[in-house]
């Protein structure tokens, strides 16, 4: 299917409005600071901004290629790269004629640049669990308030089966995303929910080293059943604490696993 041929037929006018409303920095530009990101990356960027903040709606056609190529002042291939990593995170599709259509804009979709645009050179570990440290224990705080009966009983369930993997974990690691993921559902709040996901898989090939560290798995499965049993007896502020404790663990160990990962074999 080519592209190249798509008459500009809408006026790009508004579209260029809306990308330079876009284009404005929002931080200081640092020559000395990180490498300038790739431009079709920039371009991804700057169609999820003006997706998040409602210039453009699910059900959208955006302008021909040509149009757009115009508003952004790029040529045709970093544009379709940008386009097509868009696609691939499921928040734009392409239908016939070679248009493309801002699809549904769930908060699982918006999340997606999470685990797509950042790179493991733009990785922090203290910012990540810092925004963790944020979301997670919020969602600790509501679900130890809202949790029913049966939604309280999967948590902890999850909490003590943690104890048959001691020796597996890659089986553990499973179970982790069922205990928080049951976690956050208990919490009722859809969005954050999602941005918890988001959150959680990032950096995931580093957590995978830490898992296999001596003693990980031991105290991961401890730490959630404190969680678990703070949320059955509905002791919040326990829950909460307990929450921090973890999340601590999981970022110090993190830590040890990214010098482990860098370090020289022999």
């Keep these: 299917m080519t592209h190249d041929d798509d008459p500009p037929t809408d006026p790009p006018d508004a579209f260029s409005e809306l990308v330079e409303a876009e284009r404005r920095p929002t931080a200081k530009s640092d020559p ?8 079709s990356e920039q371009v991804a960027n700057r169609i999820l901004a003006m997706i998040k903040s409602g210039n453009l709606r699910s059900g959208d056609r955006l302008p021909t290629e040509a149009q757009m190529g115009i508003a952004f002042g790029i040529s045709r291939p970093p544009l379709r790269e940008a386009l097509k990593a868009l696609t691939l995170m499921g928040v734009l ?36 669990f810092e925004a963790r440290t944020v979301v997670d224990l919020e ?57 918890a996901q988001g959150l959680y898989d990032l950096a995931l090939d580093v957590r995978r080293v830490a898992s296999g560290l001596p003693g990980v798995v031991e105290t991961s499965v401890a730490q959630h059943i404190e ?31 990214m010098a482990y990962s860098v370090r020289p074999r022999e």
């Design 32 to 39: 000395g600071g990180p490498a300038r990101r790739p431009i």
């Design 93 to 128: 599709e392409s239908r016939q004629g070679g248009r493309y259509t801002v699809t549904d804009l769930s908060p699982s979709r918006l999340v997606a640049p999470f685990n797509v645009m950042l790179s493991i050179s733009d990785y922090d570990v203290h910012e990540h």
């Design 139 to 195: 969602l600790i705080r509501l679900a130890a308030r809202r949790a029913i009966p049966e939604q309280k009983k999967r948590i902890l369930q999850h909490a003590v089966d943690g104890h048959a993997f001691y020796d597996d974990p890659v089986a553990f690691r499973l179970l982790d995303t069922e205990f928080h993921q049951s976690l956050n559902e208990a919490s009722g709040n859809r969005l954050l929910t999602a941005l």
């Design 227 to 257: 969680i678990a049993e703070a949320v059955m007896a509905g002791r919040i502020e326990a829950a909460v604490a307990a929450g921090r404790r973890h999340l601590e663990h999981v970022r110090d160990t993190t830590i040890v696993a």
